[in-house]
């Protein structure tokens, strides 16, 4: 395992320069880290010019229950471009993740179409045109919340209206209730 965090630092180094979002970096930086953590940790140690399918599928192993499968298949993706890169600096002869299949992802967890041009206009028309000086201004905020923190439509179930309006609200006593709502 030695030159392994020269290796990794280099690698490192080439994949940020592929213009990925800082968070991508460093997720894919704390996978490898924890691949070298776990290798250094094995027992025998193995020399990483040894490193076979066998063991990154034990790896693989350890780190993928209670995981989701998008989230292995991520590590997996990571973990074979680090070995793509060890093949082009001479450490490994052949990259033994290049067939290795990840977990099948259902096609129904794929991340939801954007909504098209009309239908945000149509979205912010409607909350525009909500009748009352109040109300509408409290619909345009609440939908520029939604819309602008990228809260999805899930979330929104499981709140209760009067937590997210006693958010927005000023603070004045409700007289049927005698409840007052707060700022958080």
């Not at 990571?78 to 993740?97: I, S």
């Not at 997210?164 to 049927?176: A, C, N």
Request: aromatic share 10%; net charge positive.
């Amino acid at each position: 395992m030695r030159g392994w965090d020269q290796l990794l630092d280099g690698y490192m180094a080439e994949y940020g320069a592929r213009g990925l979002s800082e968070e991508s970096v460093r997720v894919a930086g704390r996978a490898l880290e924890r691949w070298g953590l776990w290798l250094k940790r094995s027992r025998p140690r193995p020399r990483l010019e040894d490193v076979d399918a066998p063991l990154i599928a034990r790896y693989m192993r350890s780190r993928s229950s209670f995981t989701a499968k998008s989230t292995v298949y991520r590590t997996l993706s990571t973990l074979r471009g680090m070995g793509d890169y060890l093949v082009r600096e001479g450490v490994w002869a052949a990259n033994p993740m290049r067939w290795m299949k990840g977990p099948k992802v259902a096609p129904y967890s794929h991340l939801p179409a954007r909504l098209g041009r009309g239908q945000v206009e149509a979205m912010w028309k409607a909350a525009a045109e909500v009748r009352g000086g109040h109300r509408q201004v409290l619909w345009v905020t609440v939908l520029s919340l939604f819309y602008g923190t990228g809260l999805r439509r899930g979330c929104k179930p499981a709140w209760k209206t009067d937590q997210v309006l006693g958010v927005i609200k000023p603070k004045r006593s409700d007289h049927l209730s005698g409840l007052a709502a707060t700022y958080p």
